[in-house]
């Protein structure tokens, strides 16, 4: 065979193999075009039982996959030689010219036959154009394939019910991963408060740091995250004494009434330190007493022992031991219970502190039970506000908090009355101008508004006056004034009344 | 002794795709157009005194151009003997023809050696040829002779070659038999057995003329003038022609092709397609793959090609496969032709 034969040949049907790899390609792309669009269709219909993160992008998973089997199809393993000969000798009706020339000159035939069927070969070669190779396309099937795509788009373009629960659940890993941040915050509060003692600490901190734990391995789940608040919630709750509240205002009342024998000014919040400080310094000055003092000093801490029954035993037995030791002239008897009673308040002090912290690590943990509770929920509250509201102002128009019931938010510009400052603390001193006597001299009046009548008229602006009972509210929840059955309540109930609340 | 020339056959080379051709193999000196003019020429002389029959004529010159032998089946007046005289002539050969009867012997087909005095009187054995010493035999009615008879005529076909007395007298070259039956009037027949069939390279089957066949017919033989076929070639150039067809190249997944369409015809193979298990008993045999390959080189020269095709191998599978293939009672009994069976294993068996 002439190499010019063979070349030409080769070279021809390198041309051929290019354009039969695109019909192929194309054959191939029609063919398998239905299995993409119906997994693309398939993701998208489980997309809309089922929530599927990033289900678009997904969804679109088998279509880009598809592209790149068609593409590697068209580009990875060009034909062979031999392979397209033989493709063009049945699709060009060349009849088995191509690949007898090519196996002739394989064998380096060099008979009279073989030159003249190579040569034949190569003229028929010379005359094929790509463009003779019909691109083959299963219509068909191609249009089978657009079914699961039209129903695919379709999906990708009608509202999906899950995109809700999705949204919803993206919200309650955030709120989940912003309780694990307040949490983190409260273990090192507890970590720095020096009230407690070093088992305490340690304790609130391990059960802490298990339920950050928790809450970071169960982030996906809302009812995970929140039956592991509940169950740290009971916990704690189980470590809560019933008598704490009742023995920290016995003592409280205690240091005041103390403070008070002693000369000084009542304080809203005794420091019980402060207060068995006062009976050690009190034992230390039972020497220096006369009998009259005692006597006095004795019915003091009988009357004191009376009033701290109810709610201190201990320290109550304690002061009623002194005052007998008093009465009954036994200075050292006197001195030993003043001496326990001290005791007894600085172990009371440790214990109201640990419940105190427990107390407040129950309303973080409630405060972010309800964050992840509500987390995803909050267009409906907003509606359920915004009506609240629509309500309130109609029927409830200058009737101070908003009402009760459906009617509970209250706009920011309202003017209400307030029947007294809940903070406890004593009115401004308010002077009223008065009239001038007979005499020339000026009336002066002088009071305290800290009950202002029934009949004031005076209206405060909503917005000024939330904050002091909800700061009210708060520290009762904190200090535990407020039974920890009916906490949640109380803080849905201030939540609803807060300025705005419910506002879109 | 004398020993008959064998054809060229390739030898085995299970490494090559194609047969490779044989190192001391002739070279051809015809060239592939000259085989194509002088064989359209012998058809168009044959057809001047042969009305229609195109593919009885293409298939007979395709049977005598390979080297074999034809199994011709119709009915009686289709012009069978003319066909085999009138080739006879064209290609200027010897021709003789043999009506076989249950009497005939097969001395009356080889010859016998007769006892011979000389003008001296010395007395010595002499053979005298049978009409088998002919360029081309026609065997009228095969069938009707007995098998010891049909025997003597297939070893004939198949060596070239007559034993006689202990000598071996090689037949004339080329040599050409063509086998006729008649398909009626069975009864006193000896059909042929399977072996004996597959001597034939190609069972024809002579089909009926038409109308306008018929009325040419008419025209021609019953008139004062009768055509006179010339002379368009003679024996050596009918060897030139059988060694050229031989050297036509044959790609590879052709010779697989065939071998698979043979293998299809076996019913107990993984290749036989339902039809072959339905209706074949036995396939052929690699002599009918050999058929179609020759055939279908002769075929792709005659169509201007110097390359097999699949298409010669389609058109030679029926003719070369029909008498091959033994088909099953169950195929009997539904009327189904072997054609039949053979053009759905063609269809059957893919080109790839």
Redesign the interface.
Known sequence: MANTDFHTIQHKLRVLGTRLRLSDTLLFASRSFWAATLCFALILAIGRFTPIPLLRLWSLVPLALWVLVVLGYLLVRPLPMHRIA?RAD?ELNL???M???L??HS?H?D????R??QA??ANTAVQLKPAQVRLQFDQRTALIGMLPLAIGLALLWLPNPQDAIMQERQQVQQAVAQVAEQLEQLREQIAQNEQLSEADREALEQRIAELQEQLREKMQSREDALAELSQTETELRNQLNPETDARRAALEQLSRNLQQANGQTPSQKPDLNETAEQLERMAEMLENMTPAERQELAERLAQQAAQTAGGDQQTAQNLSDAAKGLQNGDLQQALDSLQRAADSVRDAQRDIANQDAVQQSLSELQDARDEIANAGQEGQQGQQGQQGQQGGQQGQQGQGSGGQGGGAGSGEGDTVFRPFNPSGEQGEREFVQGQIGEDGSIERREGESALPGVNNPSLVPYSEVFPDYAQSASEALDRGYIPPHLKDYVRDYFSQLEPGAGEP | MTIPPQPPMPPQHPQ???P??PPMAP?PRM??EEFRQRTFAIEAEVGQVIVGQRELIRQTVVTLLAGGNALLEGVPGLAKTTLVRTLADVIDCSFSRIQFTPDLMPADIVGTTLINEDEHGRKAFRFEPGPIFANLVLADEINRATPKTQSALLEAMQERTVTVAKTIHRLSTPFFVLATQNPLEMEGTYPLPEAQLDRFLFKVNVSFPSTAELVEIANRTTGNRAPQPRKVANSAMIMEMQT?AR????????LNYAARLISATHPETKEAPPITRQYIRYGASPRGMQAIILAGKILALL?N???????DLKAAALPALRHRCILNFEAQAEGVSADEILLGILEAVR??
């Open positions: 033989r049945a009849e088995s010219r690949t007898t020339a196996e002739l064998q035939d008979s009279e036959i073989s003249l069927q034949d070969a | 090559s795709p194609m490779p051709q070279q060239t592939p050229l050297t036509v190249p044959i790609g590879s997944h052709l169509d090609r110097y390359n097999v095709d699949f298409k080109e790839e």
